[in-house]
Structures are given as structure tokens and as C-alpha cells.
């Protein structure tokens, strides 16, 4: 099965996608680590493009052909890279589940950008302005939506488990 998470910075999207990883002891591929290797690598400094999402969609498929649980863990911001996610599933023959995350509550999501540290060596985060402004398509309503606002992340995870049903764990 194939997890495809999204979500804005700060929404809590990585925390629940590691968490849930962990839980299901599956395979968590982050496109936020992927890109930063990449600029780190000398080959690619800044603007990486769809580099990251690509190498991520080979990483993906390549366990998912080997029979793990992913849980893919991007932005996903735009309809296309959900889209290649979905493509990314029906190669590998495996069930594909989307995931957005929000923070409905604006106040503690600018807090969340402004304060947390980055885990990622040399990943610099994006600022509050650069989050609000960001190109985001809408999901359409085809993804699982949890809110995290005012929520602990333990919580999120159990109500994301509790709608993915049992035949996940």
C-alpha cells in the first residue's frame, strides 16, 4: 500500500507520516531529504525542480514492488505530483491511500512555521509568508483530510488509523 501524505509546512504532515511509518513498520520516503541530498550533492544547489519527486517516485515504486507498506511524505501542492503518486501505485499493483494534512487553526500553524527546527542537515525552512503564498491546488475531495489544529500528534495519528481502517494495520 502506498500512503501519499501532503500538506503544507507546519501542518504536522511529517510527524504524522513518521509516526504512522513507524506504526506500520513501512518504508517512509521524504521528498524534503531527497532535495536536500540533492542540493548537497553539488549537482543541484538551489531550485531542484521535480528532481526530489522524481527520485522519490523510483524509491517508492522499487519497495512497493517488494511488497512494503510507503508512506510518502511531500508538500504534494500541486495536482500533478498527487497524480504521479497515483501512477506511482498502479504500476506496482498496490493500493493507494491520500492523505492531506492541515492546521485549520492560522494562529498555531504560523506559530509552527516561525518556531520548529529543521531535522533535515542544511534544509533551510520556509518563512510564514513564503507558506501562505504558495501555490496549493485543491484536493478535490478524493484525499482522507485530518485536521491538527489544537491536536496531539499521537491523537492525529489514531483518528488517521481509526479512518484507514483495520485491514491497514
Given amino acids: ?20 511509518a513507524k506504526r506500520l513498520q513501512a518504508v517512509h520516503v521524504r521528498v524534503d531529504t531527497i532535495e536536500q541530498s540533492l542540493r548537497q550533492s553539488d549537482m543541484l544547489k538551489a531550485d531542484v525542480g521535480p528532481a526530489g519527486y522524481m527520485v522519490a517516485y523510483g524509491v517508492a515504486e522499487d519497495n512497493l514492488c517488494l511488497g512494503r507498506t510507503v508512506i510518502a511524505d511531500s508538500v504534494n501542492p500541486i495536482r500533478i505530483t498527487r497524480d504521479a503518486w497515483l501512477q506511482v501505485a498502479r504500476r506496482a499493483g498496490s493500493r493507494a491511500i491520500e492523505v492531506e494534512i492541515v492546521c485549520s487553526d492560522k494562529a498555531e500553524h504560523r506559530r509552527r512555521v516561525e518556531t520548529r527546527m529543521t531535522d533535515v542537515e542544511g534544509l533551510v525552512k520556509p518563512s510564514w509568508n513564503e507558506v501562505v503564498n504558495r501555490t496549493y491546488d485543491d484536493w478535490g475531495g478524493r484525499q482522507i483530510l485530518i485536521d491538527t489544529a489544537g491536536k496531539a500528534a499521537n491523537h492525529a495519528v489514531a483518528e488517521l488509523i481509526a479512518l484507514l481502517g483495520h485491514d491497514v494495520i
Avoid at 500500500?1 to 504512522?20: D, E, N, Q, R, Y
Fill in 1 to 20: 500500500m502506498l500512503v501519499i501524505f501532503g500538506g503544507l509546512p507546519g501542518s504536522g504532515k511529517t510527524t504524522i507520516a513518521l509516526s504512522l
